[in-house]
């Protein structure tokens, strides 16, 4: 039989699953709303469109700042280069140099640099000072307002008060009578003005209200301290300007040299050695030490001295410093006859005047006669490294008897070296490096690389400055003739750094003196010259010796671009073999040449040695005596010609010397003996070349145009040494930044420059196109130092007319070069970087050096353009078309369809058959359509780079064109549109893709594409800005669902937010200028609802803000504890900047900034339940005692669980356990957000908005605003006060557990949520778990939770140090808030006032008011809240005297509480408020006994509960209420018996403050305190409420002592009480006939039957017996406790009694499922009786 179709619709599931799925959905969290937001983007309005439109009414606006760019927002600029020296370090020469090569450099070195800037940067939102830490500086802390808190009070005025209290208690107990005793209590200052009738309420709400304005303070997020971070993603520092390349700086002046026998010249040189690289490192730097005497001795040779020749000190560079780096000093004399060792002879010994005459006289002849030539002597070495760091082993034996004097504290003068060159700076460009001057492409500078970090702590010691040392070296080495090598050196070197005291004995030591200073060089040191003789600023005296700055040579690579002019070549000797050769004692001259002719065209170029002239034609190597295959370790050094050409070479000539001393007819100076000839052309194939040679020589004249030809025997006809060998190694090394030194970098720069923009021949451009191909294969080291000419010339190659129609491979190609080099800099070399991961070299290169070339007009460009972009028609749309092109996105595997609009508006102004082309066009082109894979990876590798191109020449061409300050509407072609969004949809999929297969590489483009479109907002249309965002939202929507793509659209939405103009682009308009219309939808709703929530309209008029409010929702609901954490940051961080903004500072515009985060208060109401609640109250010390929780509250033992599983039911409870809960820091930054918001927001805005909401929304939002009051409360300075408040009994953590116990599910009622809120708010100080992705880890409602980083830094803000400032900050914040709390009760009341359905709200309004007078708050914040408080009594007396007494018998205990402060001015606001209270009861009701109850059950509670109660101070209070009441003129007082009650009353608290002295007296006794509480309990049996209070605390202090069988038996006692309560009122079948019921448990009970006839005239009492524990349920709870407490004393027996009495009642009330548990727990019982 077919089943019919109705019956398949059934539901045929059981009673229990409707049951279950009910319940489930009553307990649906209100968070579920956000899990349903919709993250779909609007379509943004037409920007640039809207300002149009409505310009004239923006203008009109007070507030246009917050809604117009400034027409001065970007601007370009041009900074002069700032050299160090004097001039232009750039020889006239190279300025007129025809050579193509050498024009590009040289106008490179002498440009100023092209920079950008945003005019108001410097108001970046995330770069404010607020963020990134606070100020401890005296005058910010002076501006913050001034509050005192009690719980800051002294410790010793609490010891006063302590001793105070114990002399009161002594007199007390020796006082004739009681009336005596309290007649002579001093009462507080009355505060008459208080007390006075209230004629005009509303008067009275504006006053307060005005009070409350005066002690707000402005910036919310100043009191809000946040750690710092460096690593903060939208921050970028500007890029260094390219300096020059330095490394380690090391001052050496030379102070003393010389020998205890002088008697000739010596001649020194000091260079540097890296004896672990085995190599020189330093130029040769030569000195003269000689005296007057000395020197006279050359008068025949000697010529004109420049001073630079006379300098004593040098400055030399390290960059890469190692433990093996040596100073080498090497000694020269006058050539002589005799070998090395004979030379040094009279240096070892003795010498008398006869002897040392004589050897004067020798030094005399041999310097008239061979004075030019000089011979070795000695040499010696020093560890610098080691000497500067102090780490010379202390067992080590000294070199050459060193002494060291270290100094003991630096020079004033000396400044701080680094050894990584690239902490330096051109000295004048700071002022381009300041914040508000930032370029839209910023970058920081980058650590240092990992090639000067892997020295170690060399490396980290040499990065601060040194001591300068005192060096004095007693002895030298002789030099051994044949072992002059370098290699020789090395040796001597590494024994002398290991085995330094083998290398003394193995060499033969001369007694001398050097004497040494090392230093850093120190700021600003007078006359001082480059490496290539360049006066350096400040050059004060032209007579005074310099300072050389000596040229370094790396041992190891450095890449980094040239800056400065420098263009020499260094040429060195190795050896020469004439074995063969009749010479003997050989020289060799050497001469630079620009022509054959060797008296003519020998060039004056070559660097003087000392006591000299700058510049000489020839110079000589050293002679050895005798030696027919010498070394050499000279170092010539020659200044190249800025052209070179084919006819420069170098020309060595050897001779014969002779030293023979001339025969009398002969003359002094007799010519050298000529050997042979041989040269070095200087250009090999165009191109200088350089390295090592082995040279023949020839031994004939050299012909014609011989220099043309290479010196390896190929030239014919002429006579060569040894038949062509090579018997001559000599090697060069050129430091040029003008020649590359690589061909393939070469042959490309000068192909380019020749013809640059020309189109040449086909066989030309495809010439052109594989010099293109072949750059990327050049060596790293040359292409960095000529990074800057290179880049320069690929960007033009871009803007290059094209061969042909659609021919455009020379773009292509060179697009692929600028990829690929970018990429291989960036990922390949081992350079800086910053914390971006750009390459500070590229980087600078961008923002201060990159001009936009510009190119021929281009006739054929829109066909060449168009036949390349194949897919681009040539009818321009609007980007808003609807027409849609699909394509097909692969992600994982899955194709996705994804739409995307064409974006190519047609731009006025510019026809694009005649406008040149441009560098940012030709980019987006180049980079869009690229086919080659491995390029579109090496592009994307470094989309910052290409889009930091773009958009600096997108500024140029705007500046070029007097655009710049206008509406970028019609600027920009069309096609460029479309190609750029068609280029950040590829974008978008790459990220789509990558996201999950390379994570670094994702998040990096992801980044690159965000500071794309936030620098894009300043120069393009920025709607069509909004539109890319847009599609590039939808294209990672449709990728699947990831953790990662979530992270990336907040970090994009942090970096685009980050612009300066985010306020402006938000459009915060007037309502009188709102587009919001009703025309469809809910553009029905009032504005203030479209503005309050994230409807479309408000997403589609504010965009960026919509877009982050809605992922904030989506986040939250997502419940993932990163993400939550990341998208509130976000929102904080951008509160932030707004605060700190100073364009923001006026009401209006902070106003009218709130109105576009309105919707955020409705997020943070829809995940209420999602927020930090806490799990506990267990920390009292914060937090004052409910009366309702006390005097319902047994305490429950904590370290047990009874198996009866009765817990509480409490939803927030659940709340607290629930593993997606945020963790306390990030609720913490969420709810100032959300306090940030009602502070700025006009009021009526809230109060129209709030008149609409329903009841269930105002009251989450006063859920929040309870725990923003907890979560801000003030914690207090002193752990020390704060331990001496906490209650001294041990167990009062746990009293909260019985109220939920009692309660159970009680519906709705206003006890239930206090106690909910009251556990919730006692969170805030308890330890609870935090719940995160990570695992469980305990934190505390505290500071030190809200100021732990979440990046996972330390907080700098816990540094004990601070810890009075952070006192400061935490007590201004918690004022603050308190403040705003108050303000939006007050808004709250009135939308009640207005509208009758929303006075259900007054009794939680009333509710958070009590917990703001439980908090600890500071006097003056007492002040505004007791204001308000007397406020609602006034207006809404009701809520207190009408309704449940919880609320009155919470807010009473708070006012004793106050009442006993021991501050005085809180104790008279408390007493005033007291007593307005007590007289609005009897004004209302002719009576206040409600209040009466209320006060003596409180006053009971607070004695049982806190033994250190000041009752002096509450006795003082007591005085001055009854001061009120005797001299209150109120007419309605007048003839009634008011006074006399209020004396009644205060007598009878009076007399149970005497149970206070008694119970302190006993408090160490724990058996006569019991006794003690007992009679005082049973001394109440004329008052039930009392009586039920006493017998609650006497039941939690015997479980404190584990006293578990008589706490159970305090609390059937008071269920007995209740039970006769309930009878006289009620009397139903199933409730217990009074205290009878309860005999089977114990006869004693029976004793509570006496108490029903006083509990029978209270049911006619006003105020008697309304404590919720008066009912079926507090009954209930009573017998639970007591069960388990008799469960924990094994007395089962018990336990079944107390279950009959249980089970008729739940019978009635069909509460089945805890009938069950009781059966459950009954058979328990009997089986564990039976046993």
Known sequence: MTERAFVKSINSRTAAEVRREVSDSFNTSTSSQAASVDVEPVVPIDYEAYIAEHRDQLLADSEKHLLLFPEDDVEVFTA???????????????????????????????????????????????????????????????????HEYEIDMDQQEVLDREERSSKMSMQSSVSSTFNDEFDSTESDELLEDLVQPVENIKQIDHMNQLARKRDHYTKLFDLYPLPSRDAVLEVRTPAP???????????????????????????????????????????????????????????????????????????????????????????????QKGDISEAAEPYYREMDRKTLDKAKNAAKQFCQQLGQYRMPLAWTAINVVDIITGNKASGQEPVGAERVERSQSLSSSTSSVGVDKRASAIEGSSSLLKKKDAPLSQQQVAQPSESVKEEGSMGNMLNNSFRPVTLTVQAFFKQESDKLADEDLYRHLAEMKNKGAILNRKLKSIPGTLKLDISPPYSQLPCCL?????????????????????????????????????????????????????????????????????????????????????????????????????????????????????????????????????????????????????????????????????????????????????????????????????????????????????????????????????????????????????????????????????????????????FSEGNALVQETAFAALSHIAHHIQAQLDLPQDKHGHNTLLASYIQHVLVAPVGPPSQGSNKSRTTVTSDQGSKSTDYKSQRTTTHSLSIGGVHHAYLYQLGDRERGNFSENQQRKLLHEEIAMMWLFSENSKMQEESMSVAWFFFGAMIKTMAQHLHQAGMLSSFHTKVFAGSYFHDLEKLVNSIAIKIAEKHILNVSYARSLNKDLAFFLMDAYSLLDRGFVCHMIRNYIKTLALAPADYNLTEFKLDLFRVVCSHEHYIAL??????????????????????????????????????????????????????????????????????????????????????????????????????LEDLYHGDGWDDWARSFERTTEVRRSVIVKEDKEIPSGNKSANPVSKATTNQQQMGPSSTRNLLLCFLWVLHNIDPVHLFHWWTTLPIIRLNAL?????????????????????????????????????????????????????????????AAVSISPSLSSGGVATERWSKTVWATPTSGGSDNRLQSGNFDIEATFEGCLAAEATLIVLDTLEILIQAAEAVDTLRLILPRVLEVLIHLLTCSESVSMMEHIFATQRSIVVKFPDLLFEEETERCADLCIRMLKHCSSAHSRIRTLASASLYLLMRQNYVNESNFSR?????????????????????????????????????????????????????????????????????????????????????????????????????????????????????????????ALVAEYLYLLEGVSYMPVGCVAFKGISFNVLEESAVSDDAEMCLEEEGMCTDILFSEKGMIGLLEQAANFFWEARLYEAVYEIYKIVVPICCAQRQFKELNNIHTKQIKCIQDITL
């Not at 040299?257 to 130029?283: G, H, M, V």
């Not at 025309?1079 to 309209?1097: D, H, V």
């Not at 504890?1121 to 006026?1146: F, G, T, W």
């Open 80 to 146: 002069p280069r700032v050299y160090r020296t004097l001039e232009i370090p750039v020889p006239g020469a190279a300025k007129r140099s025809t050579d193509v090569l050498v024009q590009e450099c040289v106008q490179g070195f002498m440009a100023d640099w092209h920079s950008l800037r945003r005019k108001h940067g410097s108001f970046y939102g995330s770069d404010s000072h607020a963020k990134h830490g606070f100020h401890h500086s005296d005058s910010f802390l002076k501006k913050l307002p001034s």
């Open 241 to 335: 300007l390219p300096p020059e390349q330095h490394g380690l700086k090391i001052l050496v002046k030379v102070i003393d040299l010389r020998f205890e026998c002088a008697f000739e010249p010596i001649f020194a040189e000091l260079a540097l050695y890296d004896a672990k690289e085995r190599k020189k490192i330093s130029e040769s730097f030569y000195m003269d030490m000689n005296s007057s005497e000395m020197y006279h001795m050359l008068d025949d040779h000697s010529r004109e001295r420049s001073m630079a020749s006379l300098s004593r000190n040098a400055i030399f560079s390290i960059t890469y410093p190692n433990p093996e780096v040596f100073l080498v000093l090497r000694l020269e004399k006058i050539l």
């Open 530 to 802: 480059t490496s290539n003789l360049w006066q350096v600023e400040p050059y004060t005296d032209m007579n005074r010796r310099p300072t050389r700055e000596i040229e370094e040579f790396p041992s190891k690579p450095v890449y980094h671009p040239n800056t400065v002019y420098k263009n020499m070549l260094y040429i060195y000797p190795q050896s020469l073999d004439f074995r063969k050769c009749k010479g003997r004692n050989i020289g060799v001259k050497i001469q630079f040449m620009g022509g054959e002719d060797p008296d003519n065209d020998a060039l004056q170029v070559i660097y003087g040695h000392s006591s000299g002239p700058k510049f000489v034609r020839e110079t000589w190597t050293t002679v050895l005596y005798h030696d027919k295959s010498p070394e050499f370790y000279n170092e010539i050094k020659v200044e190249l010609p800025a052209q070179l050409t084919t006819r420069h070479h170098i020309l060595f000539t050897f001779y014969h010397i002779s030293c023979m001393k001339p025969r009398p007819h002969e003359v002094e100076f007799q010519e050298p003996n000529l050997l042979g000839y041989t040269w070095i052309p200087l250009l090999e194939d165009g191109e200088l070349h350089t390295g090592p040679y082995g040279l023949c020589v020839c031994s004939e004249q050299l012909p014609a145009a011989y220099s043309r030809q290479k010196a390896d025997g190929a030239l014919p006809n002429l006579k060569w040494i040894e038949n062509r060998k090579p018997l001559f190694k000599v090697f060069t090394h050129a430091v040029s930044t003008v020649h590359p030194q690589d061909a393939t970098l070469s042959k490309f720069m000068k192909r380019f420059l020749e013809h640059q923009f020309e189109v040449g021949s086909e066989q030309e451009e495809r010439e052109l196109i594989s010099r293109i191909v072949e750059l990327p294969t050049a060596a790293s080291e040359p292409l960095v130092k000529f990074l800057h000419a290179t880049l320069n010339g690929l960007f033009c190659l871009l803007v290059r007319p094209l």
């Open 1066 to 1167: 938000n459009l915060p308009i007037l309502l009188s200028v709102d587009p919001l219309s009703p025309t469809t939808g809910s553009c029905n709703l009032p504005f203030i609802q479209l503005m309050a929530t994230l409807t479309a309209e408000f997403k589609q008029y504010h965009f960026l803000v919509g877009l982050v409010l809605s992922e904030l929702a989506y986040v939250l609901a997502g419940r993932t504890p990163k993400l939550r954490e990341q998208a509130i940051e976000l929102i904080r961080d951008l509160l932030v900047s707004h605060d700190a903004d100073p364009r923001y500072q006026s009401q209006q515009s902070r106003e009218r900034i709130a109105l576009l985060y309105l919707p955020l208060l409705s997020i943070v109401l829809d995940n």
């Open 1262 to 1322: 006063l859920s929040v605003l309870d725990l923003c009051s907890a979560c801000f409360e003030y914690k207090g300075k002193s752990a020390e006060v704060k331990q001496s408040m906490m209650p001294a009994s041990k167990g009062t953590a746990a009293r909260n557990r019985l109220a939920g116990v009692i309660l159970g599910k009680a519906g709705g009622s206003a006890t239930e949520r206090m106690l909910q809120r009251h556990e919730t708010m006692a």
């Open 1491 to 1615: 209040i009466k109850v209320q006060i003596t059950v409180a006053l009971s509670s607070i004695v049982a509960g806190d033994l250190k109660f000041d009752e002096y101070n509450l006795r003082r209070s007591l005085k001055t209420l009854v001061t009120y009441a005797d001299t209150d003129l109120l007419p309605e007082l007048e003839k009634t018996d008011f006074p006399d009650q209020v004396r009644e009353l205060s007598a009878k608290l009076h007399r149970i403050l005497l149970d206070t002295v008694k119970l302190k007296e006993s408090h160490e006794d724990p058996a006569v305190l019991m006794d003690l509480m007992y009679r005082i309990s049973k001394g109440y049996q004329n008052s039930p409420d009392l009586r039920l209070s006493w017998l609650q605390y006497l039941a939690g202090k015997h479980s404190e002592y584990q006293n578990y069988p008589e706490a159970a038996m305090c609390l059937v006692h008071a269920a």
